[in-house]
């Protein structure tokens, strides 16, 4: 056993060289039962990242899954300790929780560098946890695997499947029309909030940890698995013997998320009709890891794949749906066997993702497709780029054929078009003004907002997708194209560009459009241009004055000072240069 690699955890609990400190970082874990046999036989010490509790309902399950993994590690060989991480709610929190993706970011970096922890499972759920801790797991670099906590249940409205968070935005149509009243509006949510779990549709939450799964760093089949199943308690225990073997393999981060990997995760969110905000946490993450990403790839590799998975906002089906056909591995399957996919990525299992989706086929075809006859042939973004700002993402689905076809700036060219454009300054501004008469909103309007994105909300919020007037929703027109620097809600199915970069605030000249401008949408060459002259941009830029930005707290005022754009994944700037804060030799405290 003398080649037996001395633990990291062993620096604070076995540390011969220094009994006294030792004796100092131990005595307090002594207090609560632990033994000092426990803490120094050389087991792993495993960290979870606990992201659920009371206000973090979406996440809450883990309190569950966590005695679950306790289990595994136990079992395995390894001692496990739970903490708090810093709670990510995306419904709840206000301004918005675009703030707190970066916060958790580096309040998770320093606990799982600044404690004895020699492996960590990172508990994901809702939107922006699963980012979170697979940035700060990529800058740290200990070994680290992601125990997914799972959609709600499938839910109903009607007869028929409605996932929670879409359901609000046709709730709200409804409302708006007066087909339903305020009862009626409280009645259609509830119905759709059946029991524990994040977001049941494929919105952010879901495509965050079925990528986190595609990227390699959860165990395969974890991701699609409903939070109330009993496979998710077994799930839970699985990962937490997985982590105590990976510490003995030490199979770090660096080794899973590989440029490969990245690449895989593209194809992956095209496949399963992604959210949009997918292209700026995963950038997030690659960066801190130190891989080459830029958001162009996401044309690049993704713009081709087709769309397999049948899931609302797009298709029709929901997360339970998705995990009895055969969730991400089934997908993966698809992919790897039509090229697409790398096959040799190393995997949290320690397997290959060949290995690891090997004989997991689509167990039902009309939830999780063939490739070759998929639901949209070409499930992609478009990066599109012009004289409003360098770069905006678009689903490729995103804008119907219809108003394309109003709107053609040359005839038979159905991929090129024109748009005036409303302009509103904010979600509130949207609110007052979108019923006012004087607008003339149309349907041949694109709706645009601004100052929404990581300076200007700020954190970037997701009110992008914004609805018609009430009138024209009344009269059967339920959408109209949107354009902003702000975010969209991935349970949306709006047709929307967005994640404009560089934000309105940031020089962007989205900050300089005008309502009753004409916007010339050429989709053959990824073009976005506003139709004035030259000339007429300078006088604009010269005129002019941005807005007064108020700092709500500190940590607004650090946010809006070093976070990045959303193209660029909207980190913290300075932090990426960070890296393998796990083996960097630590001062002692006393
Ligand atoms: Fe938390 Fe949708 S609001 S997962
Ligand atoms: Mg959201």
Redesign the pocket.
Known sequence: MDDKKRLRSEDWFNNLSDPKITALYLERYLNYGLTRDELQSGRPLIGIAQTGSDISP?NRIHLQTAERARDGIRDAGGIPFVFPMHPI???CRRPTSGLDRNLAYLGLVEIMRGYPFDGIVLTT???KTTPAALMAAATVNLPSIVLSGGPMVDSYLDGRLAG??TVIWEARKRLAAGEIDYDGFMMMLESTTLSPG??NTM???LTMNCLAEALGMSLPGCAGIPAPFRQRGQMAYQTGRRIVEMVHEDLRPSEIMTREAFENVVVVNSAIGGSTNAPPHIQAIAKHMGVEMVVEDWQEIGYEIPLLVNCQPTGDFLGEGFHRAGAVPAVMLELLQAGRIHGGCKTVSGKSVAENISGRESLDRQVIMPFDSPLIPQAGFMVLSGNLFDAALMKTSGISAKFRKRYLCEPGNENCFDARAIVFEGPEDYHDRINDAALMIDDSCILVIRGCGPIGYPGSAEVVNMQPPDEMIAAGISELPTMGDGRQSG?SSSPSILNASPESLAGGNLALLETGDMIRFDLNNSRVELLISEHELHARRDAYQPPELINGSPWEELSRTYTGQLSDGACLDFATAYRNLGDEPLRHSH
Do not use: K, R, V, W
């Open positions: 979406c709610q995306e419904s759920g809702c939107d929670a968070g994040h977001c919105g952010t939450a349970t």
